[in-house]
């Protein structure tokens, strides 16, 4: 397998995870856990949303939480916003990046924000603007890339389609989602060994979610194909609220530990990730999904019990 020195992880989890949570987090604590993901050491976070407070009232308090961050030199703040208000108050918020997103499918997009892919991306058009005026680099995800939860298949031309007119409103980087865990790894190469080639120059960042256990074979997958940028979340938490079925990211310190086991370095601390997944675990009073919080990285070792110690001492 060809692997890469070194990949890049983006935090999605106070986003991505939060965002879908019923019980409202207070702000103080969204911003414990951005500064505790920070001193791991991880180098991007999509920390918050700019979007209406009405349609995702979780993440009303982006402004407050943008504001309180303790930004760690060498760690990229960035959030998610839907249109050009949202870009405008990330903006005045002083984000280092705006996510966008758009669906491959059209059933999707229309019940993810309510307008056909057409219209989201006429008004990506007014966000790519604000955000190149303002100095701060745009990445478009595409959700729904390997699959919807409402057509089907995607084909790739439908998404080779949506990524060029993003490439063509100047997103320099491009966020392939797997939004309800359709995708597998044959599936990924094919759509990746296409989408490369034809977009020389794009930064591809992979977004999984974990629904049936496919999201780290089918990121080895992309690794393979050349991809070096992941999305992934604290303790696997998220889920798409606009897609049945949508359970949580890819586990970040699942993925960490995994990639480190390879021998791929992150430069994130495992130890201090798996602390912050355990604090993420109280504050939303539940268990998490993520399996090295549990058992602890493939390092770990056990006492010997008394009576094999006493057989080995013995020859």
Not at 190 to 214: C, K, N, S
Request: hydrophobic share 40%; glycine share 10%.
């Amino acid at each position: 397998m060809r692997l890469p020195d070194h990949v890049t992880i983006c935090e999605v989890g106070t986003r991505d995870g939060f965002q879908i949570e019923p019980e409202f987090i207070p702000t103080e604590q969204k911003v414990e856990v951005v500064d505790r993901l920070s001193e791991a050491g991880v180098p991007r976070i999509e920390v918050t949303s700019f979007v209406h407070p009405k349609a995702v009232p979780q993440l009303r308090d982006a402004e407050a939480v943008m504001a309180a961050i303790r930004r760690r030199p060498g760690t990229r703040y960035a959030a998610l916003v839907p249109n050009d208000k949202g870009a405008a108050r990330a903006v005045d918020a002083g984000v280092d990046a705006i996510h966008t997103v758009v669906s491959a499918s059209e059933s999707h997009n229309l019940a993810n924000v309510n307008m056909t892919i057409a219209e989201s991306i006429e008004k990506l058009r007014a966000v790519a603007q604000i955000a190149g005026r303002a100095g701060v680099p745009v990445q478009c995800g595409v959700s729904t890339s390997f699959g919807c939860p409402f057509e089907g298949e995607v084909p790739v031309a439908q998404l080779e389609s949506v990524v060029a007119r993003l490439v063509d409103l100047g997103a320099r980087g491009i966020g392939l989602a797997d939004t309800t865990g359709m995708a597998n790894p044959r599936q990924v190469s094919d759509v990746l060994e296409r989408l490369l080639p034809r977009f020389p120059g794009i930064e591809w960042t992979l977004h999984t979610h974990d629904t049936r256990a496919m999201a780290i074979p089918n990121i080895l997958t992309a690794l393979a194909c050349g991809v070096t940028n992941f999305d992934a979340s604290i303790g696997g938490l998220g889920g798409c609220p606009f897609a049945p079925g949508a359970s949580g990211n890819v586990c970040s310190e699942d993925l960490v530990h995994c990639l480190h086991a390879m021998g791929v370095q992150t430069g994130i601390d495992l130890t201090k990730l798996i602390a912050v997944s355990r604090r993420v675990e109280q504050i939303i009073g539940r268990a998490l999904p993520g399996q090295v919080m549990k058992a602890g990285p493939s390092t770990r070792r056990y006492p010997v019990p008394d009576t094999v110690a006493s057989r080995l001492q013995a020859g």
